[in-house]
């Protein structure tokens, strides 16, 4: 691990345990995905095994459900009805209107299932996932296998550079997500507006998600150092410390 990366992941377990600050007893919970997440998953695990909190959740992938599991997170099925308190999630990137880029870990779909299905959406990262302007990460989708060639033309249409996601440890097979799907980054270098490009891609058929997540998370804790930063829409950021509860 290089000395920015140590400091990242750092960052991560900072702003994974200012979240749990926020976690209350009896709470229902959407638990996200990526190592942020993992964090803190992790932290959650410890406080309900010592017998600090009493929670259920819902987890945003298989990975993060095994996770729970090991470290103790009683589980719920998705069910009618089911709603969320609280949604914990991390986001490849985020602008200060709380607009993200999501799934560079393949989890975009349940994650915006369940995070539409909560009360309050709560994201954490690291400080270098808050961007002046979203579009440097490649943008994820989820697509349909029968759909691959058409999705990559339209892609290519509004601009993008479409790159159909691999298994890091072997190139030459194709990733899947957790329902079977194929996922494609789409490299925009700039997104200028996320909202027009959210609309675009949700036209394209055989795009099951998109990874453009407006208008759901209702803060974000942002790490930087050992400072905690609450961050929401048209509001001034403000240090975690001053929320004794969600702010
Ligand atoms: O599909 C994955 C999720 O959207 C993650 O929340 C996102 O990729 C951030 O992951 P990490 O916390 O590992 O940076």
Redesign the pocket.
């Known amino acids: 691990m290089t000395p920015d990366q140590s400091q990242q992941a750092l960052e991560?377990r900072t702003a994974a345990a200012a979240a749990l600050r926020w976690v209350r007893d009896g709470m229902l919970l959407s638990l996200?995905?990526?190592?942020?997440?993992?964090a803190f998953i992790t932290l959650l695990g410890e406080a309900v095994q010592a017998g600090q909190l009493r929670v259920q959740g819902t987890a945003?992938?298989l990975a993060s459900e095994n996770l729970a599991r090991q470290v103790g997170i009683p589980l719920v099925e998705p069910r009618r009805g089911l709603r969320f308190d609280l949604a914990v999630?991390?986001?490849?990137e985020l602008d200060a209107q709380l607009r993200l880029i999501?799934?560079?870990?393949?989890?975009?779909l349940r994650?915006k299932l369940l995070e539409t299905a909560s009360e309050y959406f709560l994201v954490?990262?690291?400080s270098t996932?808050l961007v002046p302007q979203l579009g440097r990460f490649p943008l994820?989708l989820e697509v349909v296998p029968f759909a691959l060639p058409w999705v990559l033309d339209a892609v290519e249409k509004l601009g993008g550079a479409p790159e159909v996601r691999t298994v890091k440890a072997d190139p030459n097979q194709l990733y899947r997500s957790d329902q079977n799907n194929l996922l494609v980054d789409c490299y925009f270098n700039a997104i200028p507006d996320p909202e027009r490009l959210m609309h675009q891609l949700q036209n394209i058929p055989g795009i099951v998600e998109q990874?453009l997540f407006i208008g759901l998370a209702k803060a974000a804790l942002i790490a930087n150092g050992a400072d905690v930063q609450v961050i929401r829409p048209g509001m001034a950021p403000a240090p975690a410390s001053d929320f004794a509860s969600l702010p």
């Open positions: 991560k996200g995905t990526g190592s942020t997440s993992a945003t992938s999630d991390g986001a490849d999501k799934g560079g870990g393949g989890a975009l994650e954490i990262a690291d996932k994820p990874g």
